[in-house]
């Protein structure tokens, strides 16, 4: 090769989107070297009493008839979890930790692909990705066996198919985010299938009316293939409605027992210990109010009978083998259901303090993912190795000190952010209205919004905390949002300077014209 071409090809191979990519994923590699030299390591503990996971005997002998009976939450984590189990029964923790691994890495470029997707410049995209992949919040997420790292995975992998789809209509782009969006329903039963059919249908009928350019797909044509793509995985996440409708009456998974278990602590957290007992005395509400999150004790059984036995034992199983509660049990939405009525009971007679805590759910939904149960506890050994790390990152990209309660960059960062993020969803709904657009940018952008707008509401209304947990799970989109307004008031800068240039240069012609007219 000549020695110019060599110069000038060496250059262009630098500024080259798989040299960034490469670059990104490197990055990523090194990092959880370091960070497992550090003594990170994977906590799957939560397997063995969190609410959300199902007994860890019956996963092992019972996996199949466990995940028909699961009543609390679709089946997604408890499946992944059930089948890591049989697949490798010697290795369990580490094919958790490699498949965690693998979701970072996806992560990694899914995100990177994004944000170069939206014409963010690769190096500022490659340190965007870098800083949301390597921060020690992300690895306290990575390094714990539960569903908000996986379902932040997803929300990336979504909006990058997106993405690709309303540019391209490949059929294969579609399947994918379809069936990334099916996934997010099989993990949280707050993706449920009336958002998924929303978004399949904002996604149909924002395709172009006709042929913009040549060779582009029709309309018609487009609307089929989108609608074709959405129909198998939305399939079977109405699956999981139906077989809860058919079994339990409910016709969302769980909404029995996590709705009263919710309600019963928005209504009574913070209520002086002496009110809660005078209620309990005189019969307005049922003991299990003061102690909603333990009802392991045995004496809890003379307040809600057992109900008959039928033979399942993830339904008729008050206990877990490991002695913590089973959020499946007859006995537990029985528990929900008289933990609903209290809950009623204590609304109508103290409406300030659901009121109170609802406030607190907000202020709560500002402050960093790190900074809530059990993440936050400081002899979780993860905790231990990146305490440092964590202090530091709390510090520079939320504004919060180690020993302050408030994160004080918060406080603008989301509320510009979502701002930013209804008013471009705006523009880009009421021109879709008028003329159906599939501008990729603006539905990727209103996809972020849409979802970071849902998940914030849902979560302070109806949950009774880690509001900023929820937050962990859209992230991503939180980047999105980030990088599209950097972009947009950059773009302005950088296009305000031209026309001042050009404007300059106009000026300076005509000084000079009228100069040499003058001479004449």
Not at 44 to 70: E, G, H, K, N, V
Not at 248 to 264: E, T, Y
Not at 502 to 515: K, Y
């Amino acid at each position: 090769m000549p020695e110019a071409k060599l110069e000038t090809a060496i250059p262009s191979r630098l500024r080259s989107r798989k040299f960034y990519l490469l670059m990104a994923i490197g990055i990523f590699v090194v990092s959880r070297c370091i960070y497992y030299w550090m003594g990170v390591r994977f906590d799957a503990t939560p397997l063995w009493f969190y609410w959300q996971m199902i007994d860890p005997a019956l996963l092992r002998d019972a996996l199949w008839q466990s995940l028909l009976y699961l009543r609390t939450q679709p089946p997604g984590l408890n499946l992944f979890i059930g089948v890591t189990m049989h697949l490798f029964p010697q290795h369990t923790v580490a094919a958790f930790h490699a498949t965690y691994l693998g979701l970072g890495l996806i992560l990694t470029i899914c995100l990177f692909l994004l944000l170069d997707g939206l014409r963010v410049s690769r190096p500022v995209a490659l340190v965007i990705t870098v800083v949301c992949v390597v921060s020690p919040v992300t690895v306290l997420y990575e390094n714990w066996l539960f569903y908000e790292y996986p379902i932040a995975v997803l929300f990336a992998v979504s909006a990058l198919f997106l993405h690709r789809y309303t540019s391209s209509g490949r059929r294969v782009d579609g399947l994918v985010l379809f069936s990334s969006l099916a996934l997010l329903g099989w993990f949280r039963v707050f993706y449920h299938i009336l958002w998924f059919c929303l978004t399949a249908v904002l996604i149909v009928y924002a395709l172009p009316e006709r042929r913009r350019h040549p060779g582009e797909v029709r309309l018609p044509i487009r609307r089929r293939r989108t609608v074709l793509c959405a129909a198998g995985p939305g399939v079977l996440l109405l699956l999981i409605y139906v077989k809860s409708l058919v079994l339990f009456g409910l016709w969302v998974p769980g909404s029995d027992v996590q709705g009263g278990i919710n309600l019963a602590a928005i209504t009574s957290g913070g209520l002086p210990p002496d009110v809660l007992t005078g209620m309990v005395s005189s019969g307005a509400i049922s003991p299990l109010v003061q102690s909603a999150d333990r009802l392991e004790p045995t004496y809890f059984v003379a307040v809600v009978p057992m109900p008959p036995k039928t033979g399942i034992p993830i339904l008729d199983r008050r206990l877990k083998s490991t002695g913590w509660i089973n959020m499946d049990s007859l006995w537990m939405a029985a528990a929900a259901k008289q933990l609903r009525q209290d809950g009623l009971v204590l609304l109508r007679a103290h409406p300030r303090t659901a009121l109170s805590n609802i406030g607190q759910n907000i202020r709560r939904s500002f402050l960093p993912a790190d900074l809530v149960w059990p993440l936050d506890q400081a002899r979780l050994p993860n905790r231990l190795a990146l305490s440092p790390w964590l202090d530091v990152f709390d510090l520079l990209l939320y504004g919060k000190p180690p020993a302050h309660r408030y994160a004080f960059f918060s406080y603008f960062t989301i509320p510009f952010l979502l701002w930013f993020g209804l008013r471009r969803s705006a523009r880009w709904l009421t021109r879709m209205i008028r003329h159906p657009s599939s501008n990729a940018d603006d539905m990727t952008i209103s996809f972020a919004f849409g979802n970071v707008a849902y998940l914030t509401v849902v979560a302070i209304l109806l949950s009774a905390g880690d509001q900023n947990r929820y937050a962990f799970e859209v992230f991503p989109l939180y980047t999105i949002l980030l990088a599209s307004a950097v972009l947009g008031v950059t773009t302005k800068i950088r296009t305000g300077l031209f026309r001042g240039r050009e404007d300059a240069i106009i000026d300076v012609a005509q000084m000079q014209r009228s100069g040499n007219g003058g001479q004449c």
